[in-house]
C-alpha cells in the first residue's frame, strides 16, 4: 500500500520505483509498506534488490530506508509524487542504506530479535542534504526468519529426589530476553508424574498464567518425572528446557544384634519411603520366628543354629532394591562354628603368637565374651592386636615356653608346635 508520494511500476526493469527530492527546505520522498507478520523475539534478515536513477551524476547518493511498525506513516489514495516524509535514517526499527549505483544490487538489513510484534515492514527514498532528484527502483525483497533460541530457561534445570522425600521442590522460569506480553506458562508433567501439587496428586499439565514459577512436593513412594514448560508470549509458545529428575533409592540395611541366646530381639529398618510396608519371614522356623509385618520385628528363639531373616518393602516404586537380608546365630553356640585363627604355626621363645576367635568365624566382636585356656602348663596371655569396639577377649596374645600346646577357647580347641 502507497504510504507517501507515488510509487510506480516499471514495465522495462520489472521494479517499483520510488523518488525523492529536495523541495525548497523539505524532504520529500516516497514510501510504500508491505503487510506482514513480524514476530515477537524472532530475528529478521530482509536482502533488497535495488538500483538508482540519479538525475545529474553529482552530489550524495539517496538512501533505502526500511521501518518495521505496527502503524505505517500513513495511507496515501493520491499518487502525488513525492511527498514530505520524515528525513531520519536511523531510530527504533529504522534502518538506511546509500544506493549508489546505477545497476542492480543487493543491500542486507538484519533485525535481531524484536522486543514486540510488527505489523508492516515500510519502504521509502530518502533525500539527503544536498541531494539531486534521485529515484531508487526495487526488483525484489527477499526476508528471512530466524525463530528464537533459548529464550526462557526453566531451574533448576536438574533436581536429585532421594526415595522417600517429601520435601517440596520450586521451579521457576525466568525470562532471558525480557520479552514483553507473557501471558501463560504450561507446565509440562507428564501423566502418573509422582508429584503433588497443593497437595494432590499432580495433572499432567499445569497453566499458571503469568506466575513463572510452581511448587510441587514428591510423592513419597512414586519415581518423579522430568518437568519442562511450555511460556506463551505475544501470541507465540517457546519451550523451555527440561529440568532432568534423578530418582535415587537410599541404602537400607536391617539393624539388630548379630546374635542372641534366648528369648526375643527386635529387628528393624530405618529410612524406608512413607507409606511403606514390611513383611518378614525366617529361613528357618525350626531356629527362629519372625512377626510377618511391621517395623520393627521382633524375632523368637525356638532352636539353636544360624538363621536369616528377610524382609520385603512394599508398596514403594522408587527402590531399587527391596528385599533385604541378615543371617543371625540363636540359642548355644555350635562347636562347628567356632574358628581360632593364630598369626604362627611355630614360635621361638619370647615371641608372642596372636590368636582370635570368632563365631561365626566372622562375628568375632559379636562375642560376649572369650575364655581362653593353654592346655598342659600355663603360659602368659596378653591382649591382642585385633580389639572390637568393646573388648570381648577374642583377641589374645600368647607367650610360650618350648613344648607342644593345646589352645582352647570355650569348646574349642586348636593345637601348636613350640620350639
Known amino acids: 500500500m502507497t504510504a507517501i508520494g507515488q510509487p510506480t511500476y516499471d514495465n522495462v526493469n520489472k521494479s ?8 525548497g527546505n523539505q524532504y520529500e520522498g516516497a514510501e510504500y509498506r508491505i503487510t506482514s507478520t513480524f514476530k515477537q523475539g524472532y530475528s529478521y534478515v530482509i536482502t533488497v534488490t535495488a538500483a538508482r536513477i540519479m538525475s545529474q551524476q553529482t552530489g550524495p547518493n539517496v538512501l533505502l530506508r526500511l521501518d518495521m511498525n505496527n502503524g505505517g506513516s500513513r495511507s496515501n489514495t493520491n499518487c502525488d509524487g513525492t511527498g514530505v516524509i520524515d528525513a531520519n535514517g536511523s531510530g527504533g526499527l529504522k534502518k538506511s542504506s546509500e544506493i549508489s549505483s546505477n545497476s542492480f544490487s543487493d543491500y542486507v538489513f538484519t533485525y535481531s530479535a524484536l522486543s514486540a510484534q510488527q505489523a508492516y515492514l515500510m519502504i521509502a527514498a530518502i533525500p539527503p542534504v544536498g541531494s539531486v532528484p534521485q529515484t531508487i527502483l526495487i526488483r525484489k525483497i527477499n526476508i528471512i526468519e530466524t525463530p528464537p533460541g533459548v529464550t526462557f530457561t526453566l531451574s533448576p534445570s536438574s533436581s536429585t529426589i532421594n526415595c522417600g522425600s517429601i520435601t517440596q521442590k520450586t521451579f521457576t522460569v525466568t525470562n532471558v530476553n525480557n520479552m514483553a506480553n507473557v501471558t501463560n506458562h504450561l507446565w509440562n508433567l507428564g501423566a502418573n508424574n509422582g508429584w503433588l501439587y497443593n497437595g494432590n496428586p499432580a495433572p499432567q499439565t499445569i497453566s499458571t498464567g503469568t506466575t513463572n514459577n510452581v511448587t510441587l512436593t514428591p510423592a513419597c513412594s512414586n519415581l518423579k518425572n522430568n518437568i519442562s514448560v511450555t511460556v ?42 512413607c507409606n511403606a510396608t514390611v513383611s518378614w519371614i525366617s529361613s528357618n ?22 538363621v536369616t531373616i528377610t524382609a520385603t518393602i512394599n508398596d514403594v516404586a522408587c527402590l531399587v532394591n527391596n528385599v533385604l537380608s541378615k543371617t543371625i546365630s540363636i540359642g548355644t553356640p555350635q562347636s562347628g562354628n567356632i574358628s581360632i585363627w593364630n598369626s604362627a604355626n611355630s614360635t621361638s621363645i619370647g615371641q608372642p603368637v596372636g590368636f582370635v576367635a570368632g563365631y561365626p568365624p566372622n562375628n568375632r566382636c559379636q562375642i560376649i565374651a572369650t575364655n581362653w585356656q593353654v592346655i598342659s602348663m600355663s603360659a602368659n596371655i596378653t591382649s591382642g592386636d585385633f580389639p572390637c569396639a568393646n573388648d570381648n577377649g577374642t583377641s589374645k596374645n600368647i607367650f610360650f615356653s618350648i613344648n607342644r600346646y593345646s589352645i582352647r577357647s570355650g569348646e574349642y580347641t586348636k593345637r601348636l608346635r613350640m620350639e
Open 16 to 23: 517499483i520505483n520510488i523518488d525523492s527530492r529536495i523541495n
Open 285 to 306: 522356623t525350626s531356629i527362629a520366628t519372625i512377626s510377618s509385618t511391621g517395623n520393627p520385628a521382633t524375632v523368637t528363639k525356638v532352636g539353636n543354629g544360624s
Open 232 to 273: 506463551t508470549a505475544g501470541g507465540n509458545n517457546y519451550q523451555t528446557n527440561t529440568a532432568a529428575i534423578t530418582n535415587t533409592s537410599p541404602s537400607l540395611s536391617i539393624s539388630g544384634s548379630n546374635a542372641f541366646c534366648s528369648g526375643t530381639s527386635s529387628y528393624s529398618i530405618s529410612n524406608i519411603p
